[in-house]
Nanobody, 117 residues
Framework: QVQLVESGGGLVQPGGSLRLSCAASDIIFSDYIMGWYRQAPGKQRELVAFAASGSSTNYVDSVKGRFTISRDSAKKTVYLQMNGLKPEDTAVYYC???????????WGQGTTVTVSS
């Protein structure tokens, strides 16, 4: 059974940093595009960043230059390094794995990031 387990969320002051992790099990990691989404209160879930199995990455404009997504194939883990956090980054962050060919997708349970002074 595929599982995505996120960790690393928490409370941080504006300008601070957090690193989210998402460990995947029971998937062929290289067959999946790994992504991070977020959902703020009262808003729709949005794609934050994704990383293909090569070096290709993509980011929503609001996080470019501040967030970095990376993946470790040996650990089947995807990370989201978040620097320069802003209050508007406050949200529940979800890990997503989407199969390249079938488009089947899996979600983690979410981890909460709160940016506040």
């Amino acid at each position: 059974q595929v599982q995505l387990v996120e960790s690393g969320g928490g409370l941080v002051q504006p300008g601070g940093s957090l690193r989210l992790s998402c460990a995947a099990s029971d998937i062929i990691f290289s067959d999946y595009i790994m992504g991070w989404y977020r959902q703020a209160p009262g808003k729709q879930r949005e794609l934050v960043a994704f990383a293909a199995s090569g070096s290709s990455t993509n980011y929503v404009d609001s996080v470019k230059g501040r967030f970095t997504i990376s993946r470790d194939s040996a650990k089947k883990t995807v990370y989201l390094q978040m620097n320069g956090l802003k209050p508007e980054d406050t949200a529940v962050y979800y890990c997503n794995a989407r199969h390249y060919y079938s488009n089947s997708a899996y979600w983690g349970q979410g981890t909460t990031v709160t940016v506040s002074s």
